[in-house]
């Protein structure tokens, strides 16, 4: 049978969707059956006071999940809410793990608790106002405690891109941009509203150094993402006067400045460009070490995962992926699976109007490298070697490489979900169409949410038209990627704190209606878009 993770990939109506999730449902219903349980009472507390909320998960580790919502737990108004949270998962000894288990109020490991009526009895005994599904039908869920309704109010959260189709989840929290009301019709919960995307990530205390950018300039190439220095404070590195030298004017791009630093080495030889070319751990400027990109995994692996910031200037250039230094570079760094016909035919479009690209993609999986080369070569006549597969990397790697691109093509039919928060950390722009499910609109939503909806297509060949105007008008592409290198940081995208305090109104909401007998129905209140997409 089809599993409903897949059913979004195919071309299967809304309600039939919402009937295969369903029949998933159903069977946790079926399995909880057999234990004869009573349902559960509860009893109705102020609303105005403080509410328990239990967050559920197999993902508190490393995982996408915790990567985006880690600090969550600790950002929390703790006048406002208790926080629990429930893993499914035994640790696996990262700081994602014990980030939250810390900052956690109450951090309650079921791993070895299998039972599940005995699970659902702990999550009751707590009192929880508002239980949060975090897996949905992904790895390690484990729905039938939900089946058995241990808190009067459960909501699906973040880490599942559909509708659960169970008649146990009461509503799942989006946005009106992801989640249209004209189009609620294909979930089986109500839909609550978030002020502006759903989505959250947690790249701003992840990965701090990404706020920094100093550009190496190579004499001819016009580009301020050929070879890109990141660190924290660039203040030591710039103080190396007798190895480099800051250009006063650092203009791109036919003239227009551009927003970072950018320096020159000025001894011969190179030891920065020697260190890329020998593929070199690390290189001296002065008295500064500078750290090879790929180098993280070997030098500290806590690096590499995203749990530490690295403590040393790190450069990533585009030599080291094979990527033509003065070319315009589209990417994509989703899993193959996701680039329907319609989304390669739509890239070799691209390409092909823009005689100086190339799309970088992964090998994610590897055996999928073959099949997109021969696709775009054999049906849609695009010359070999316009299509640059890299490796699957590091965490940290992953996202500070997408500085090299100059513009990222999402996959419409479901969405570069964290890999569209990695590319916009990055400050490149990213390309959407939204279609009619959750995992097609996402996208929509981030870019909506950090004031860029110019980027979001209405139709397949405005989609194209967007990407080949970025990439054909140089001016245009600059101005847009400094609206998203700005709009990280003064947009609420990243905004953990302004992120928690919605979700702590929207929980307010949920459970004020709950407490005043209302029928369950779509909580819009907070909604701060109109019309925007």
Not at 208 to 226: C, F, M, Q, T, W
Not at 398 to 414: E, F, S, Y
Not at 458 to 466: A, C, G, M, R
Request: charged share 20%; glycine share 6%.
């Amino acid at each position: 049978s089809v599993h409903p993770h897949h059913s979004m990939l195919y071309p299967l109506t809304h309600s039939f969707r919402k009937y295969i999730a369903a029949r998933h449902a159903n069977l946790c219903l079926e399995r909880i059956s057999v234990l004869h349980k009573p349902p559960y009472q509860f009893t109705k507390r102020n609303p105005t006071g403080r509410l328990r909320i239990g967050y559920v998960s197999s993902d508190f580790g490393n995982h996408p999940t915790s990567h985006l919502m880690q600090s969550i737990p600790g950002k929390h108004n703790l006048e406002k809410v208790e926080i629990y949270c429930y893993a499914l998962s035994a640790s696996d000894g990262t700081s994602f793990r014990t980030k939250i288990e810390k900052d956690a109020q109450h951090f309650i490991d079921l791993s070895q608790l299998t039972d599940n009526g005995k699970a659902a009895d702990k999550i009751h005994s707590d009192g929880i106002d508002i239980l949060v599904n975090m897996n949905g039908y992904t790895k390690g869920a484990r729905n039938e405690i939900f089946a058995l309704r241990p808190a009067p109010i459960q909501v699906m959260w973040l880490g599942y891109p559909g509708s659960s189709g169970a008649s146990f989840m009461d509503y799942i929290i989006t946005d009106c941009v992801t989640s249209p009301i004209q189009l609620a019709e294909q979930y089986s919960e109500k839909l609550a509203y978030m002020p502006f995307t759903f989505f959250v990530g947690d790249h701003w205390q992840m990965f701090p150094h990404l706020l920094n950018r100093v550009v190496v300039y190579k004499e001819g190439i016009d580009k301020d993402n050929a070879t890109i220095i990141n660190c924290v404070d660039s203040t030591p590195l710039l103080k190396q006067t007798s190895v480099l030298k800051q250009r006063p004017d650092p203009t791109f791009a036919n003239g227009r400045r551009i927003p970072h630093t950018v320096i020159e080495i000025s001894c011969n030889p190179n030891p920065l460009l020697n260190m890329l070319e020998m593929g070199q751990a690390q290189a001296n400027l002065g008295d500064v070490v500078i750290q090879h990109g790929q180098a993280n995994q070997q030098i500290n692996p806590k690096t590499a995962s995203g749990e530490e910031v690295p403590s040393v200037p790190v450069v990533t250039s585009r030599s080291i992926y094979g990527l033509p230094e003065d070319a315009i570079i589209y990417c994509n760094f989703n899993q193959l699976y996701k680039i329907d016909p319609a989304t390669m035919k739509s890239w070799c479009n691209i390409l092909k109007r823009i005689p100086n690209s190339y799309l970088w993609l992964l090998r994610f999986p590897a055996v999928g490298e073959s099949y997109v080369q021969e696709t775009a070569t054999r049906l849609h006549g695009l010359s070999p070697g316009r299509i640059i597969f890299s490796a699957v990397a590091t965490k940290e790697e992953h996202i500070r490489r997408g500085q090299l691109a100059d513009v990222c093509l999402d996959t419409p039919l479901c969405n570069g979900h964290t890999t569209g928060m990695d590319v916009l950390w990055a400050g490149t722009p990213m390309v959407t169409f939204p279609g009619e499910t959750l995992a097609s609109r996402v996208a929509a939503s981030q870019l909506a949410t950090i004031g860029c909806p110019e980027l979001v297509a209405k139709s397949s060949q405005e989609y194209e038209d967007i990407a080949v105007k970025l990439g054909s008008d140089s001016n245009h592409l600059f101005e847009i990627r400094e609206k998203v290198w700005k709009g990280r940081t003064t947009s609420p995208l990243f905004n953990i704190e302004q992120y928690c305090a919605s979700l702590e109104k929207l929980y307010g909401l949920i459970y004020e209606k709950y407490v005043k007998g209302e029928k369950i129905d779509h909580v819009t209140e907070l909604n701060r878009w109109k019309n925007i997409i």
